[in-house]
């Protein structure tokens, strides 16, 4: 059985929390709303999440969070496409970060050496930021999400 919608986010209350079943078993939650993800397979103790978290960049790891009553485990999401560009948590710590989004560049003849055949490159000029709720906007000023 398999089937996708859009769910309340549990963590955020928005209406933007894309849910797929791949198994009766195995959820996947990705909001749209707040840019927070989360796993059924992920709970905190299972040797799944302490893999996944040994992998995370400090910043994610304070900004994971388990839900009290359903131990659900959300982690903010990592968005990266090569020829539109990133959208990641940025900042110092659960009390000061935002949603920067990057977008990418053509990669010039000039610098095709120094980014080794790449055909884009980030280019963190353009860096903008934006708050928790406006994670779609992100999305959107990369190119991922429609305007
Ligand atoms: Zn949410």
């Known amino acids: 059985m398999q089937y996708d919608n ?4 549990s963590r955020c209350g928005s209406d933007a929390c894309y849910t797929q079943e791949v198994t009766p078993e195995i959820k996947l939650e990705f909001c749209y709303g707040c840019g927070f993800q989360s796993h059924s397979l992920m709970k ?4 799944f999440f302490t893999e996944q978290l040994a992998l995370l960049p400090d910043l994610y790891k304070s900004l994971v969070e388990e839900e009290e009553d359903t131990s659900k485990v959300w982690m903010p999401s990592f968005t990266n496409t ?8 940025d900042g110092t710590g659960r009390d000061n ?3 920067a989004g990057v977008k ?3 990669v010039s003849k000039e610098e095709k050496e120094k980014y080794k055949g790449a055909k884009y490159r980030a280019d963190m000029t353009t860096i903008k930021h934006f708050e928790e709720h406006d994670f779609m906007e992100a999305l959107s000023y990369i190119g991922v999400l429609p305007e």
Request: proline share 5%; glycine share 10%.
């Open 82 to 89: 090569e020829e539109k560009g990133m959208v990641f948590a």
């Open 44 to 47: 905190s103790g299972t040797e």
């Open 6 to 9: 859009l769910i309340e986010c």
């Open 104 to 106: 990418s560049v053509p």
């Open 97 to 99: 970060w935002r949603w």
